[in-house]
Every structure is written in C-alpha cells, then in structure tokens.
C-alpha cells in the first residue's frame, strides 16, 4: 500500500520569501505524485505532477517540484511566494496500475504580507 | 467548460435521517471518486468508480453507498446518517484512475 507523508502541517513565511513544503511517500513500483492546492473554502486544483523523465516538473504559478527516488520524497518549491499563495496544500501519490490517488494530510501555507 | 458541480454546498441534517449527496461532470470522464476531508486527516476515499454500474470501496466505505447511472453523474448515499459523518465531502472525476483529478467545490454535512 503507497501512503504519503506531510510533515509539515503549518508553515509561515512573508511575502518574496522562497518556500519548500516537503512530501514523503513509500511505495516500490511505478508511481505518479502530484500536488495540489486547496484555498479556503473551494475544492483541490491541480499543480504539478510526476511520472518520469527530468525529475524537475514545472507547474502553473511558478511552483516547481523536485522527484528523488534516493529520499522518497517530492517537495514543492516555489522561489518568491506571493500572498495569494496562502493556501493548503496536498501531495499525491498513485500507482501506474490504475489505482486512485491517496492524498497526505495537507500543509497550510500562511504568506504574510 | 472542464468542470465538476456539486449540489448542494451545505446541507444539514438529523442523525437517522437519509442523506444524497449529488455530483455531476462534464468532460466524460470515465472514472469518478467521492472523498471527505476533515481536519488532521486529509482526503479519505469513500468510493470509486470506474464507469456506470462500476463502483469500487474505497479506505472508508462503511456508512456510504454510491449510485452511478450515467457518466456524467455520481451520488453518494448515507442511510441513516451519524454524527461522526459530519464532515466536507468532495466528488472528483478523471479520465482515468491516476491520472490528474477535478475536484468540486465541496458539500459541508453536518449531522446533529
């Protein structure tokens, strides 16, 4: 069974700050991860996501996530973070056998002005 | 228009009572889910489903039923509803099962 990791539930940082939330998962085959972004009071929209290739994946708003299969991890990164990007924000992972997607518990990014 | 509808956004009920949660989309995607999310616990799937008629448990299918009769539209069905499934319950759709999810916008039950 894949499970996936957030350890991080709140993080705090002011606006033009870089910023890293940190995903862990465990899981042996083929996986997909992902991220989405969940603001206050909507459902989850889609970010970025993995599958293979360049373990760097780009996705919309400047976020960025980095694979690494050495640490089991795909951290979201973004370089200078906006205060509209205050938000949770929730990791995913999937086989590529057709499973559905199991999320982690979430990180709430707070960006003070 | 790429989305997923759900009805109604709040929705209050009496412990016994029965509970239908209603989902639509409109990008023909074959496979659907029904999520709730609660503080601390992230998104827990409730139900799958793969195509009409084809629905699937998910990790917390107990107290829940799902019907799915045409693509477009999947309901999710609490008989006799509980205080504990007071929650914010999500329906998602994709065109296939890892593949990026749409969610809705979210139906908060709450269960006196």
């Known amino acids: 069974t894949q499970t996936v990791s957030q350890s991080d539930a709140h993080v705090t940082v002011f606006e033009g700050d870089s910023v890293e939330l940190r995903c862990n998962y465990s899981?042996?085959?083929?996986?997909?991860l992902s991220w989405y972004i969940q603001h206050h009071g909507h459902g989850l929209q889609f970010l970025l996501k993995y599958y293979s290739g360049n373990p760097v994946v780009q996705g919309v708003n400047g976020f960025e996530a980095e694979f690494s299969k050495s640490d089991s991890s795909f951290h979201l990164r973004k370089a200078s973070v906006h205060w509209s990007d205050s938000a949770v924000y929730f990791c995913?992972?999937?086989?590529?056998?057709?499973?559905?997607?199991?999320f982690g518990t979430g990180t709430k990014l707070q960006v003070v002005p | 228009d790429m989305k997923v509808t759900q009805m109604p956004r709040y929705l209050i009920k009496r412990m016994g009572e029965n509970v239908l949660l209603e989902c639509g989309q409109d990008m023909s995607h074959e496979t659907m889910y029904w999520y709730r999310q609660d503080p601390g616990l992230g998104l827990q799937l409730i139900y799958i489903s793969y195509d009409v008629d084809s629905n699937s448990e998910g990790d917390i299918p107990k107290g829940y039923r799902v019907s799915r009769k045409k693509r477009e539209h999947f309901s999710l069905i609490l008989d006799s509803a509980k205080t504990n499934q007071t929650s914010v319950y999500f329906c998602?759709?994709?065109?296939?099962?890892?593949?990026?999810?749409?969610f809705g916008s979210g139906t908060r039950l709450t269960v006196l």
């Open positions: 899981y042996g085959g083929s996986i997909y």
């Open positions: 995913a992972v999937s086989s590529n056998s057709g499973t559905y997607q199991r």
């Open positions: 998602a759709s994709s065109l296939s099962g890892p593949e990026t999810l749409y």
